[in-house]
């Protein structure tokens, strides 16, 4: 509706996770790194964690446009508290059939795999997706299938990416085993003022826009109402210019983003930008070395 009046090539806060918009953050940066760090030391296990809407598909489909050919990927987007067992979602998502549907069946074809991969000298990173609403007893059967693994060479990798309560349920007493051979762990929270800014500016820049075109008193407003989440300041920076193409209007200014506000209060849409804070810190990360693999 308002590219061409913007001059822009593309919709540059649409909803879907285009690595082509990545903007990389101080935090971002340092996940990126982690990540990329894990899959050169041969981590067994690493983590993504990230509040809702906070970039981690993004990120991921950023840092798999860098993998190289000596890793084989297999992606379980939509992981879900149905899961009566893990193998025949990863058989679906490396292209596996194994010979019956049976339970030893799908083990061994996902073990043979591994293990063929290997002898090509490639390793396997397997990514689950939404990871937080995996059962104990799913955690636990993709641990068992870790145990390929040997002290010394590496056929299988798996990264978890989900919201913070995964952190919290690899907590428990009966995960500890696996906690334990979580050796890359990030975490992904709100962008502060200059960085949601700068995103706005660089998501603009990417579609061929003017950077300046909201101005920064409704950068900062953006930000505040949407509590540094991307993909809220993507629904709100959307609308804004929405209206300001309707009321052929060349920058953006703090007015026009509170009556986008306002308006969408009075039809009774659901409530998204009310501000909020977080009470993690924007970025944390750890590494934890010469883990035991228990």
């Known amino acids: 509706m308002y590219e061409k009046y ?3 090539n593309s919709k540059p806060f649409a909803m879907n996770p285009d690595p082509e918009f990545m903007y990389l953050s101080s935090q971002h940066t340092a996940a990126l790194t982690l990540l990329e760090y894990a899959i050169e030391s041969q981590a067994p296990f690493c983590l993504l964690t990230g509040d809702i809407g906070s970039g981690k598909t993004t990120l991921l489909r950023h840092f798999l446009r860098q993998t190289g050919e000596d890793i084989t990927v297999g992606l379980i987007s939509n992981a879900h508290g149905g899961f009566r067992s893990i193998h025949p979602w990863a058989l679906s998502a490396l292209g596996i059939v194994p010979h019956d549907d049976s339970d030893i069946a799908q083990y061994e074809a996902l073990i043979d795999f591994f293990v063929q991969e290997y002898a090509k000298r490639r390793r396997t990173l397997l990514i689950v997706d939404e990871a937080h609403n995996l059962s ?11 145990n390929v693994n040997s002290d010394k060479d590496i056929s299988l990798q798996v990264l978890l990416i989900g919201q913070p309560e995964l952190r919290s349920k690899l907590e428990q007493r009966e995960l500890e085993q696996f906690a334990q051979r979580v050796s890359v762990e990030c975490h992904l929270g709100p962008l502060d003022p200059q960085d949601a800014r700068s995103y706005i500016e660089h998501r603009l820049a990417v579609a061929g826009g003017d950077p300046a ?8 407003f953006i930000h505040g109402r949407a509590g540094g989440i991307p993909r809220l300041i993507n629904q709100l920076c959307d609308l ?7 009321e052929q209007r060349r920058t953006i200014d703090v007015p026009l983003v509170q009556q986008v506000l306002k308006d969408r209060k009075e ?8 501000g909020r804070s977080s009470p993690r810190s924007s970025m944390s990360a750890a590494v ?3 883990s035991e693999r228990g």
Not at 136 to 146: D, H, K
Not at 213 to 220: H, I, N, Y
Not at 267 to 274: K, T, V, Y
């Open 6 to 8: 913007f001059h822009l």
């Open 136 to 146: 104990p007893s799913i955690l636990e059967e993709l641990r068992l299938l870790s």
């Open 213 to 220: 075109l909201f101005d920064a008193e409704a950068a900062a």
């Open 240 to 246: 804004a210019l929405v209206y300001a193409f309707a």
């Open 267 to 274: 039809r009774g849409a659901i409530q998204l930008f009310s």
């Open 288 to 290: 934890k070395l010469g």
